[in-house]
């Protein structure tokens, strides 16, 4: 079955950074694109980047463009959030997931906490 694992989420000040991880396993992992999304409290699920199943293109929110770096090493079946420059508005669960529209694919995992707090 399809399962993807966050990791890497923590407290951090303003102006710091975290590296997310997303393990994923069950599936053909180079050939799917993966995303990473958020969810502050209180508000609705964003999609924050994606990256292509071969990791050639990319795309960010405009609220993390400049700030937020994905990446994927197929080899090891992981896709990562490099967070820079960190703001207390990206405080949010962050969770990734596969492009696919299979039902396999559409449960969410647990996600990882991100806090941005001084």
């Known amino acids: 079955q399809v399962q993807l694992v966050e990791s890497g989420g923590g407290l951090v000040q303003p102006g710091g950074s975290l590296r997310l991880s997303c393990t994923a396993s069950g599936f053909t992992f180079s050939s799917y694109g993966m995303r990473w999304y958020r969810q502050p409290p209180g508000k609705e699920r964003e999609l924050v980047a994606h990256v292509s199943p071969l990791g050639i293109s990319t795309t960010y929110a405009d609220s993390v463009k400049g700030r937020f770096t994905i990446s994927r090493d197929n080899a090891k079946n992981t896709v990562s959030l490099q967070m820079n420059s960190l703001k207390p508005e990206d405080t949010a669960v962050y969770y990734c997931?596969?492009?696919?529209?299979?039902?396999?694919?559409?449960?969410w995992g647990q996600g990882t906490q991100v806090t941005v707090s001084s």
């Open positions: 997931k596969a492009v696919s529209p299979l039902p396999r694919f559409a449960s």
